[in-house]
């Protein structure tokens, strides 16, 4: 059984342009949920997917968007980017549709800085 | 709302207890214990529901007080791995997100 994994590791950007950012589900998870985690802070909710549609979504600009693909693989695209949106960005995927009652796997994050 | 954890930081020697508590202004349905060691990803640990329900790993310990919206994060005997950040997250009822706190940061000392 493999873990969740995201890619890329790490990412430099510049101000203005625009980011994609990956997550590969553990086997068998049908949703997945994207946090921004700060230096020094707790992780953020960004938006939740369920079976490829969005399932709830924290409070980010609508520039933040995403996609979760039939094999429940998904993405974070982020337009416009902020010398603000530089952070850990983690994807999390769980096994049932309420993922709110049971635990969550966490990838080990893209690092993205942006300049 | 963001809980509230307390203490910020912590340090202890091994063998030695800690108490993580988290508190929120919001009436909650669940608190959620992930524990993140440095560079790495945050690793459940427990949930707690409202009603008394739990889920979590056999070794750890946790109260939630629903009236107070109050959870507290026991750990006994502490080991070298238990050093780590300690975050709860809350859902307010009739919220559809976990919240995450801003961490307990954890130092066991041999």
């Known amino acids: 059984e493999t873990g969740v994994t995201q890619s890329p590791t790490h990412l430099i950007k510049t101000r203005g342009q625009q980011v994609t950012l990956r997550c590969s589900s553990q086997s068998g998870h049908n949703t997945v949920s994207w946090y921004q985690q700060a230096l020094g802070q707790g992780p953020q909710f960004i938006f939740q997917?369920?079976?490829?549609?969005?399932?709830g979504r924290g409070n980010f600009p609508p520039r933040f968007s995403g996609l979760q693909f039939p094999n429940y693989s998904s993405e974070l695209n982020v337009n416009a980017l902020e010398l603000d949106d530089s952070a850990l960005y983690l994807c999390?995927?769980?096994?049932?549709?309420?993922?709110?009652?049971?635990?969550?796997?966490f990838g080990p994050g893209t690092r993205l800085t942006v300049t | 709302q963001q809980p509230v954890q307390s203490p910020q930081a912590v340090i202890l020697r091994e063998g030695e207890d800690a108490v993580i508590n988290c508190s929120s202004s919001?009436?909650?349905?669940?608190v959620h214990w992930y524990r993140q060691k440095h560079g790495e990803a945050p690793v459940f640990l427990m949930i707690?529901?409202?009603?008394?329900e739990q889920k979590g790993h056999e070794k750890i310990s946790a109260s939630f007080n629903e009236k107070k919206q109050q959870s507290s994060l026991y750990l006994t005997a502490s080991q070298l791995s238990y050093s780590g950040t300690y975050f709860c997250?809350?859902?307010?009822?009739?919220?559809?997100?976990?919240?995450f706190g801003k961490g307990t940061r954890l130092h066991i000392l041999p």
């Open positions: 999390a995927s769980s096994p049932d549709s309420s993922p709110l009652l049971s635990e969550q796997y």
């Open positions: 997250g809350t859902e307010g009822i009739g919220d559809d997100k976990i919240i």
């Open positions: 707690l529901l409202k009603g008394g």
């Open positions: 997917y369920y079976r490829e549609e969005e399932n």
């Open positions: 919001k009436a909650l349905y669940s």
